[in-house]
């Protein structure tokens, strides 16, 4: 394998990693959003959590939205899933 070979491969298994994180992180905020829109005592503690890091329900409200700009909108298989998130969402507010 070459140079040019190990340098695109690595870069490849670079941005693999990225997009498995981002996915976990995206799941993680879809969990919190449910937790949220069901208790409201976990809605006071993932707020009160959030704002020991400077953050709040608009950064998970970011990440499904992020989420939701990834899916396809004409597909039909994933119209439950679109509207799963929209509906969480109203919940951030």
């Given amino acids: ?47 009160s959590s959030l704002a020991d890091r400077d953050e709040g329900l608009g950064d998970i409200g970011k990440s499904l939205q992020g989420r939701l700009d990834g899916m396809d909108a004409d597909a039909p298989d994933e119209k439950d899933t679109r509207d799963m998130l929209s509906t969480l969402m109203g919940f951030l507010q």
């Fill in 1 to 47: 394998m070459s140079a040019e070979d190990k340098e695109a491969h690595a870069d490849s298994w670079f941005l693999e990693r990225l997009d498995s994180g981002l996915y976990n992180l995206q799941n993680v905020d879809v969990v919190l959003a449910w937790l949220i829109a069901e208790d409201d005592g976990a809605r006071k503690k993932i707020t």
